[in-house]
Structure formats: structure tokens, C-alpha cells
């Protein structure tokens, strides 16, 4: 099994293809960006933009050769400084993103937490375990000091394999803008142990 590690800025442009091909299919992802063209143009720049954030907070963990990461953010979501997107988005898909942001607001844990912001491994590395070694880095930071990790997913799949993993479901809720239904999402929480 490759080695995991912090992220670093070399990693960043593997760690956002790994993620456009992991999310390629997901119900969230394809919602914010339906289209393929712009999914496969804009999802690499947006996820290199969250990479760099992550990195500012020491809290993205990949495999030695990029094929997997577990992007987490510290307790008490610290606003890393860093530089922010230049990308503009057409108004479709500003109130599908604030959408997200006020359900995600509404939903989160209020007490201190690990929150798993993304888990990505490329599609053709799936099923080996990776995601299992790269979420236990946390978890073992999170059990030290008696912290839960928080996070939202959008299939039934993905509850099952949480769950296997010691999560539990805490919320449920469809998202939906003015004009549009969105995917229905999960807010998982995982306690220590």
C-alpha cells in the first residue's frame, strides 16, 4: 500500500485530477456543474483552489503518488489566507453554491469537530483501502484528544461505507435552490473512541 502523508504545493495539480475523475458521477458535484465541458474545464481549478487551503492548515493528507487524499478542516474551521479564485460563475451556479453554504451552515455540528471535507481516490484505485488509511490518519488525532469528525455525503453507498468506518447519521436534507431540487445529502458524525 502507498505511503500517506501530508499534502504539499507539488502535490496540488495530481490531487485535483484525482478528484475531477473520483467525482466524476457524483450527485452533488454534478449538480453545481451539469455540463461536461464545464465540469472537466472548471472542477480542477476549484478543487486546486480548496487544495491550497487545506494545505494552508496542514490538513490534507494524500498517498505518495497522488492517486488518493483526505482533505479535512481543523477543528473550529479556521479561514486559512490564502488567495482566493478569480473564477467567475454564472448565476445558476452561485445560488446552487449558496444553497450549499446555508445547508451545510444549518446542519453542522456546533461543538468542536474534525470535519472531512473531501475524501477522493482516483477511480481506478477505488476499493483498495486508501480511503480507509487516509481518513485513519485523523481519526487518530480526533480519538486523542476525545474530538467527533463531521461529514456530509450524497449516496447510500458512500452511508454504508461511512458507517463502516464508525460514522453514524446525524441529519438528512434535499438541497434546493429558488428554481431547482438538489441531491439529497447526509450529515454523518463519527465519535471518538
Known amino acids: 500500500m502507498p505511503t500517506v502523508r501530508l499534502a504539499t504545493n507539488d502535490d496540488v495539480a495530481r490531487l485535483a485530477t484525482t478528484a475531477t475523475r473520483a467525482f466524476a458521477d457524483d450527485p452533488l458535484m454534478r449538480w453545481l456543474i451539469p455540463d461536461d465541458a464545464e465540469y472537466f474545464a472548471d472542477i480542477p481549478q476549484l478543487v ?30 479556521p479561514d486559512a489566507d490564502v488567495a482566493r479564485s478569480a473564477m467567475v460563475h454564472p448565476p445558476q451556479r452561485l445560488a446552487k453554491f449558496e444553497a450549499l453554504r446555508v445547508a451545510f451552515a ?34 487518530e488525532i480526533a480519538d486523542a484528544h476525545g474530538l467527533p469528525c463531521y461529514l456530509e455525503t450524497e449516496t447510500a453507498g458512500n452511508v454504508a461505507y461511512y458507517r463502516h468506518h464508525g460514522f453514524d447519521v446525524r441529519s438528512e436534507w434535499d438541497l434546493r435552490t429558488e428554481n431547482e431540487r438538489g441531491p439529497h445529502l447526509w450529515g454523518m458524525l463519527r465519535v471518538a473512541v
Request: glycine share 8%; aromatic share 12%; net charge negative.
Open 106 to 139: 444549518e446542519h453542522t455540528p456546533s461543538e468542536p469537530h474534525w470535519y472531512l471535507n473531501m475524501l477522493a481516490t482516483h477511480p481506478d484505485w477505488q476499493r483498495q483501502g486508501l480511503g480507509a488509511a487516509l481518513m485513519g490518519e485523523v481519526f
Open 48 to 77: 486546486a483552489d480548496r487544495c491550497r487551503r487545506w494545505l494552508a492548515t496542514e490538513s490534507q493528507w494524500c498517498t505518495d503518488d497522488g492517486v488518493a487524499f483526505a482533505a479535512w478542516v481543523p477543528p473550529g474551521r
